[in-house]
């Protein structure tokens, strides 16, 4: 995706924010076309930020990344 749609997916309000924290918070594209033109995968951003990984914790903090997981996984299908 694009770094507009990658903004988006996390709920970055400017892609500039989105552009400074890659590196950092976000990953890095995985394909570079031009300086301009990049591109990322949505597993590289999720596995960034922990999304998607299998997790032993329980509580609340599970119990709503469970239910974030379910609600991506039926958009998909």
Same mark, same amino acid.
Not at 3 to 21: I, Q
Not at 61 to 71: D, N, S, V
């Given at each position: 995706?694009? @770094?507009? &749609? ?11 924010? !989105? &552009? *400074? ?11 570079? *076309? =031009?300086? $301009?033109?990049? !591109?990322?995968?949505? *597993? *590289? &951003?999720?596995?960034?930020?922990? +999304?998607?990984? @299998?997790? =032993? ?6 119990? !709503? $990344?469970?239910? +974030? ?9």
């Amino acid at each position: 995706m694009t @770094a507009e &749609l990658a903004a988006g997916y996390w709920g970055e309000k400017h892609v500039e924010d !989105f &552009l *400074d924290r890659v590196g950092t918070t976000y990953a890095a594209p995985r394909v570079v *076309d =031009t300086t $301009r033109r990049k !591109f990322w995968y949505r *597993d *590289d &951003l999720d596995r960034a930020m922990n +999304i998607g990984v @299998a997790e =032993t914790a329980s509580g609340i903090g599970a119990r !709503f $990344r469970e239910k +974030i997981r379910e609600k991506r996984n039926s958009r998909s299908a």
